[in-house]
Nanobody
Framework: QVQLVESGGGSVQVGGSLRLSCAAS????????MGWYRQTPGKQREVVAT???????NYADSVKGRFTVSRDNRKRILTLEMSNLDSADTGVYYC??????????????WGQGTQVTVSS
């Protein structure tokens, strides 16, 4: 069973920084695209940043220039560095990965989320 576990969430004031991590474990052939998503009570889950296995990254317009996504394929860790945080960044952040667990068998895996609260 593949498992994704997020860590690094917490409370920070406007303008502060946080670093989120996502660790993948379990039986797998390789990890494909990965990404960070967030959800607030008044919105649907939205894409924050995604990255291919080779590190090609894409960002939501609202976080460009402030967030950086990276990955270590050997350690199977996905990272999101967040700076100049705003109250609009508050939400539960989820890690997602497309994982090949067998020949021709790709699954979508989600973590349980980590809370980020940005206070004014």
């Amino acid at each position: 069973q593949v498992q994704l576990v997020e860590s690094g969430g917490g409370s920070v004031q406007v303008g502060g920084s946080l670093r989120l991590s996502c660790a993948a474990s379990g039986r797998m052939i390789t990890i494909g695209d990965m990404g960070w998503y967030r959800q607030t009570p008044g919105k649907q889950r939205e894409v924050v940043a995604t990255t291919t296995r080779d590190g090609d990254a894409n960002y939501a317009d609202s976080v460009k220039g402030r967030f950086t996504v990276s990955r270590d394929n050997r350690k199977r860790i996905l990272t999101l560095e967040m700076s100049n945080l705003d109250s609009a960044d508050t939400g539960v952040y989820y890690c997602h990965a497309k994982i090949w667990i067998g020949l021709g068998n790709e699954v979508d895996s989600w973590g349980q989320g980590t809370q980020v609260t940005v206070s004014s």
